[in-house]
């Protein structure tokens, strides 16, 4: 298994700022995953972050908006960039782990980002 | 695409019954995996159950078993002796087997169970 936390745990920001949120795993992981759930919904991807090499981001979501950063194994952070109010979600990080012949991904706790 | 739906955006239950949770999923692969997660409004996802889609037997956790059916591609959740901890946003998850950035999960929309005393 993985404890994963992430920090802030919650925000209020004004439009226009940045916001960067931190996700530390206690144990190395190749595979990180960043997902925004809006209010009321579900869990949409944002980019997958592997170590050492650039952040591959989903349709409909762009480096300059979300960047992300992987220094290490166990550390990454997203950044919410120039934020509008369309920016207020739940921010989660997750971790890939080798589970005997399976994979399995945890989740962090989650960033409530409000923009006002 | 992989797609994930979950027809039931609200679910209840009296505490020590037995509810089911539905969810349908559409893929044109043969091996993949499938997950049920439970978000409490602690907001903290937790795996409930994970079925790999080459296993015929349906994967039981405790309470928690599913039934899967690959050629109806259909994977409900059963949850017996319902305990008022159960209340929680209930997720549906698709997963291809192979990893990569193609390992990240696909949810459906969610379940919101409420569990009456």
Do not use: H
């Amino acid at each position: 298994s993985a404890v994963i936390s992430q920090k802030p745990s919650r925000d209020i920001c004004q439009r226009g700022t940045s916001l960067t949120i931190q996700c530390q795993v206690d144990s190395q992981v190749t595979m990180m995953f960043w997902y925004r759930q809006q209010p009321g919904q579900s869990l949409t991807l944002i980019a997958t972050a592997n170590q050492g090499s650039e952040a591959t981001y989903e349709s409909g979501f762009v480096i300059d908006k979300f960047p992300i950063s992987r220094p290490n194994l166990t550390f990454s952070t997203l950044t919410v960039s120039n934020m509008s109010p369309e920016d207020s979600s739940i921010y989660l990080c997750s971790v890939e782990v080798f589970s005997g012949r399976t994979n399995e991904q945890f989740f962090g706790p989650g960033t409530r980002l409000t923009v006002l | 695409a992989q797609t994930v739906t979950q027809s039931q955006p609200e679910m209840s239950v009296q505490e020590a019954e037995t509810v089911t949770l539905s969810c349908t999923y559409d893929t044109s692969e043969s091996d993949y995996y499938l997950f049920w997660y439970k978000q409490p409004p602690s907001r903290q996802m937790i795996l409930v159950i994970r079925q790999e889609a080459y296993k015929q037997q349906n994967a039981t956790e405790n309470r928690f078993s599913v039934n899967f059916q690959k050629a109806a591609k259909s994977f409900s959740l059963k949850i017996s002796d319902s305990q008022l901890g159960d209340a929680a946003m209930y997720f549906c998850a698709y997963r291809t087997r192979y990893g990569g950035s193609q390992g990240n999960l696909i949810f459906g929309k969610g379940t919101k169970l409420s569990v009456k005393p």
